[in-house]
């Protein structure tokens, strides 16, 4: 049987392959996934063992499809990572007669052995709730962290729709940072308690949050890719990613709330990548009345604009669309010792971000009427301590591509 060999990832991030046929690689043989079963045991290669099997509905057709978690044989011990298991993700979709089509296999949704620091293995359950595949794993050592992963089947793909991070510290048990986000509707809701550490053992985002146990912001997933979009094509894209991110709501805007009538009057949708070039944002805008004063920024924490390095804008049929681009020059000099480590000069495309980390800016659409005020929406509601609107990613953690 043909198969696909796909590479081990080793870290935290989390990605789904699919396609007809798949193999699991591991220097120890060639196991093959098959295409489809009668049952779930016939996804486990020789040598594997199923670690959970569960059943549940997961396409909304009414049938009981099934995820598991495989795991392989120990190494030798003349192995490096002697006694380490591989721990695998198979999701298949029940079919008309009954039998199993699988539908995607992850050898980084679900983390090994030695990937759990001090605790070891850290995969703690895997669980079916409301149709979506919900992974949680845990921790650490002194710093203990928790990440819960939510995955829907959405348009022939399985499409991250949230992320939960936990962090605690056994030598301050009230010390928490708990960062819910909801990828769907990109809302982002921070709970963070110093619990007696001092500000300067907290990272520059934390200090700005211990006055306030709670913020609420909307964040837009960005993936990083190895060359920019077409600057000039068409919104929406697969180009400028698979995520968006709605302004359309009252409590997005902060500049003259009593003047705006609606979406129709002010709203947008948002999409962004990131190149090795920098940043590229791509905004489709419902404007009813455009005029040359409306804009797209981008602004750092104090609320300075930062410059663009290239703008376009094209007219629609209910207002216009606008792609801007910011340099890592031009990000560095206005994020200043904020600023994430893939903007540094020394890091290479190689080391281009592979796992989650925001990127500290806030983006806004002003919109400028003809006598009237000014109107803005915003990714960070007035008094929200915390500007990071943008979320860096690679592609295969936000999306399952094709094989």
Do not use: C
């Not at 980084?108 to 703690?124: C, E, K, N, S, V």
């Not at 609320?303 to 890592?328: F, H, M």
């Not at 200043?336 to 480590?341: A, F, L, Q, S």
Request: glycine share 8%; aromatic share 6%; no cysteine.
């Amino acid at each position: 049987m043909k198969g696909v060999k796909f590479r081990i990832l080793s870290q935290l991030v989390v990605s789904l392959i699919a396609g007809n046929l798949a193999a699991i690689d591991r220097g120890t043989g060639d196991p093959v996934i098959p295409a489809s079963a009668k049952t779930h045991s016939d996804f486990v290669p020789e040598g594997w063992e199923p670690k959970t099997v569960i059943e549940g509905d997961l396409n909304r057709d009414q049938r009981d499809d099934v995820a598991l978690v495989i795991s392989s044989a120990p190494n030798p011990p003349s192995n490096f990572d002697s006694n380490r298991k591989i721990h695998v993700l198979v999701l298949a979709l029940r079919q008309d007669d009954g039998t199993l089509k699988r539908s995607a296999v992850s050898d980084g949704a679900i983390l090994d052995d030695f990937d759990g620091g001090l605790l070891g293995y850290p995969f703690q359950e895997l669980r079916i709730e409301r149709g979506a595949v919900v992974i949680e794993h845990y921790g650490g050592s002194r710093n203990r962290w928790e990440v819960t992963t939510r995955y829907r089947y959405e348009s022939g793909h399985w499409v991250l729709i949230g992320r939960t991070d936990v962090d605690t510290d056994v030598h301050y048990p009230n010390f928490i940072a708990r960062v819910d986000h909801n990828i769907s509707t990109g809302l982002v809701i921070r709970n963070f308690k110093a619990g007696g550490l001092r500000d300067e053992d907290l990272t520059w985002a934390q200090t700005a949050l211990t006055k306030q146990s709670e913020v609420r912001y909307w964040r837009l997933p960005a993936p990083a890719l190895e060359k920019a979009p077409e600057f000039d094509g068409p919104l929406p894209s697969i180009d400028w990613g698979p995520h968006s991110l709605d302004l359309n709501r009252k409590e997005q805007i902060i500049e003259n709330p009593e003047v705006w009538k609606g979406p129709a009057d002010l709203s947008g949708t948002l999409r962004a990548v990131v190149p090795p070039e920098g940043l590229f944002l791509g905004a489709e805008v419902t404007d009813d009345q455009v005029t040359e004063e409306d804009k797209v920024r981008l602004t750092n924490q104090n609320g300075d604009e930062i410059q663009p390095d290239a703008t376009t804008r094209t007219a629609t049929t209910t207002g216009y669309v606008i792609r801007v681009s910011w340099s890592k020059a031009q990000l560095r000099a206005a994020l200043g010792e904020n600023r994430p480590y893939w903007l540094d000069p020394e890091i290479t495309e190689s080391d281009e971000p592979t796992e989650m980390e925001e990127l500290p800016v806030v983006i806004e659409i002003h919109d400028a009427d003809a006598g009237q005020p000014e109107v803005v929406l915003t990714t960070r509601p007035i008094g929200i301590p915390h500007a990071a609107a943008i979320l860096i990613s690679s592609p295969t953690d936000l999306v399952l591509e094709d094989q």
